[in-house]
């Protein structure tokens, strides 16, 4: 016999499928001591299995439902209103009328009720569901009840509901509908308890919200509440709100809005010991369930109830590191442009090749700990300079955080980030920047390329016949190299960009011009990075001739690619096209420190749809003629700079030094995309390698596929390779925590109190209503905004101004068709910024949310000289 209603002392996490979110946190909450619930019961999901499972016109509605996209706002709304109108016409069975009715019997059949929808989706500990489905309040007599209970089985299909669902790729069939039937209380006040601060996510502040009557004054926007800030037992700010009005329940059942006297608007709901004394709640309910709450609460003959918590879902995880000491975290994942979340194996990959530099995990992300820097003075001044090169937000965020003297004096004390003598900053540097300086000469750039090129040749044949331990072993020592082979070049990276900040200030300090190095950039030798854009424009330029490739094009798989080319007219001068543009640059893709990530080689169909846009909007021969209009305009630019600088006084000195200056820059500043150029190089060979390891693994029925020891990290992948054995249930937790973290936003600067510290912009003279960011590529373009996530997604037309998330060097392509750039992570001298100044994009970058703000089709304008962009 199925069980369609349960007590909520019946209930546990365990009865989870049964009962749904709400209905098995009350549960949880009735067993803590000294926490009052309201008194209820559940009617279970085996309830609403029952009255839905034969009925024929719902299931083909449902059908119809799941072929849906959320862009199909009109086919959402008409399906999911016949399908609740099914479910409101259909008569509750008699077993399942005859439980509820002798349930509300021992409640009392004459109490009020609150009538709470309980999805199977809904208040998981990793995505929260809360507010989808519908709740009724003071609900009195049987019929009443039993048509609201129908009222939140039909609500499973609001609007609202099932677009949340199709956003999070979660199944119209798989969520269940339990129905919670709590006793009413008629409080004096209610509200909510976050147990982490909403605002900056400081886990040691309490935030409560409150306000008089219902709730649902407070939930529904009616009222603005009192805000009170608890930390460490002490009411650390309040702020009391004028609250004109209030929900209070009707005798007859219902509820009215009724206007607070006005003598009471602003009084404090809660006086400060029933603060302190709901705070301690929290507090206890959040040890409970062992994570920060979001909490529901009312007062009602001065006593506290609970009749919610949930799990506070969009905290960003805190680094593990438990001394008691105060930390302060800056994301190394912006620094990198790469601010999605990597797997296991892809971290600590990474961090092998890292080891100098004290990087920790969280989120799925890397982040550098600042405490030790910023616990010394001299520490300090070089974290500053650091962040306000690669980042205002994080400069400012880290200034405000400096003026907090009780947490500076708690900062824990140990390995630097920044010290001298390691890593970029070694002792051999500055002897090798003043050698390359002086000498000025463009053939070291084309002997370290040809020296780190052999070096890749020379791991490949090593490589080729390892296996075992024996591979792992050789994998740590090539990273040893990789690193090695990296630093070798840092010296003329340094140069190129003291050249482009020398040109910047002088000129704009002698001629007033501002960015002037911008315009010198275009077309310099070696940029790896912008000659990887332009090549594309050859295999275009191949494609082109043969209209059945074109046309395989709109359906090619990464499967058969090559294969499918073959059978086609042109497929073969096609294939030899992208093959040697693969050879070439095929280790590339976008997030590609992320060694897990799939590369251009293994998924050749990601080009596709930039070799199509080339052809559309490019004639043939385009490579040549926009490397040559670059260059041109280099020249020029040099040659009016230096004729302008001559008419001034002590011009021809000012000359000469500025002449010398654009050399270097045009010799060295290419170089710039080199080294990570070469990183990804190794990668590429490393990962063929162990993919080669993780199939084998595969066929011995170790693991159930290659891609599983994605979820390893890389010392637990060697092991499992040594004894062939592995814990399945490590890789489905990992995988489960992968969905949750990529769905989070990394901050740059956070605490270990978990406090997310925000930088802003100084916007003083950008005009009112403009985005701010980083001015990276001067110029101003106005256009099209195309919001794009993922390269391949990325059909552009001429004109068009991309704007997106991050850019890394794979994305370079794309910047061949586009007119300006807008990105929310990076700084002056990152990848995409020194692309675009070479391509001559107008590009601001840093804008806080800006594919969140500007709309893919908007008409903006983006000023790359002083950085902002303007929706038109």
Known sequence: MNSYILGFQEIDKTKFAMVGGKGANLGELSR?????????????????????????????????????????????????????????????????????????????????????????????????????????????????????????????????????????????????????????????????????DPINSNRKVTSIDASFGLGEALVSGLVNPDIYKVRDGIIVDKKISAKKMAIYALKEGGTEEKRIEDE??????????????????????????????????????NKFFIVQSRPITTLFPIPDVQDGKNHVYMSFSHQQMMTDAMKPFGLSFFQLGIDDFPLIQ????????????????????????????????????????????????????????????????????????????????????QALMSQNESSIRDMQQRIANLSGDEL?????????????????????????????????????????????ADSLSKSAANNVTSEMGLALLDV?????????????????????????????????????????????????????????????????TALIPMILSNINNFEPGAHKSIFEKGLLEAKQKEQDLLNRLEQLPGGKQKAKRTKKMISRLRNFVGYREYPKYIMVGYYWVIKQAIMQEAVKLMQKGVSLEKEDIYYLSFEEFREVVRTNQLDFSIITKRK??????????????????????????????????????????SGTVEGRARVIFRMEDAELEEGDILVTAFTDPSWTPVFVSIKG?????????????????????PTVVGVENATRIIKDGQRIRVNGTEGYVEIL
């Open 264 to 301: 009471c608007q602003n009084k404090q709901t809660l006086s400060d010991e029933q603060i302190l004394q709901l705070e301690q709640m929290g507090r206890k309910i959040e040890g409970y369930f062992g994570r920060p709450q979001d909490i529901e609460w009312c007062l009602y003959e």
């Open 472 to 516: 792992f072993t050789f994998i740590i020592e090539a990273q040893k190299q990789l690193k090695e082979d990296m630093y070798k070049g840092m010296a003329l990276v340094f140069v190129g960009v003291y050249a482009v900040s020398w040109i910047n200030k002088k000129m704009e300090k002698w001629l007033g011009e501002k960015s002037a």
């Open 362 to 445: 969280a989120g799925g992300r890397l982040f550098i700990d600042l405490a030790h820097d910023l616990a010394t003075t001299s520490g300090k001044r070089i974290v500053l300079m650091a962040a306000g090169k690669m980042d205002p937000l994080m400069h400012t965020a880290i200034k405000a955080l400096m003026k907090r003297d009780n947490f500076m004096k708690s900062l824990s004390r140990g390995k630097k980030a920044f010290s001298m003598g390691s890593g970029y900053f070694s002792w051999n540097l500055p002897v090798q920047f003043i050698k390359i300086y002086r000498s000025n000469d463009a053939a070291t750039v």
């Open 32 to 196: 803590i001591e000294g926490i009052q619930v309201p008194e209820g019961f559940c009617v279970t999901t085996e309830a609403y299995k029952a009255i839905i499972e034969n009925i024929k016109e719902f299931n083909s509605l449902l059908d119809q439902l799941s072929l849906l996209k959320t862009d199909n706002r009109k086919g959402i709304s008409e399906i999911s209103a016949k399908i609740r109108n099914v479910i409101e016409e259909i008569d509750i069975p008699e077993d399942i009328d005859q439980e509820i009715t002798s349930s509300l019997a021992q409640l009392g059949n004459n109490n009020a009720y609150a009538v709470r929808s309980s999805a199977t989706a809904e208040d998981l500990p990793t995505a929260s569901f809360a507010g989808q489905q519908d709740t009724y309040l003071n609900i009195i007599g049987k019929e009443a009840i039993l048509r609201h209970i129908s009222k939140c089985w039909a609500s499973l299909f609001t609007d609202r509901a099932v677009t949340y669902r199709i956003q999070n790729n979660f199944g119209h069939r798989k969520v269940q509908l339990s129905v919670v039937i709590q006793k009413m209380l008629f409080p004096e006040a209610a509200g909510i308890l976050f147990t982490a």
């Open 821 to 841: 750039l807008v990105t929310e992570v990076g700084g002056m001298m990152t990848h995409g910024a020194v692309v675009a100044r070479e391509y001559g994009l």
């Open 540 to 604: 275009a330029d191949v494609v082109r001739q043969y209209p059945a490739v074109i046309e395989y094009f709109k359906h090619a798989n990464n499967k058969n690619f090559f294969e499918d080319l073959a059978k086609l007219v042109g497929g073969d001068a096609a294939s030899k096209s992208i093959q040697a543009y693969l050879e070439k640059y095929g280790m590339r893709c976008s997030g590609e420190i992320d060694i897990t990530r799939s590369r251009f080689s293994e998924e050749p």
């Open 736 to 777: 489960e925590e992968y969905e949750v973290f990529e769905k989070l936003t990394p901050p740059r600067i956070m605490t270990s109190e978990g406090e997310v510290v925000f930088g802003e912009y100084d916007t003083g003279n950008i005009p009112k209503g403009a985005l701010a960011g980083i001015p990276a590529s």
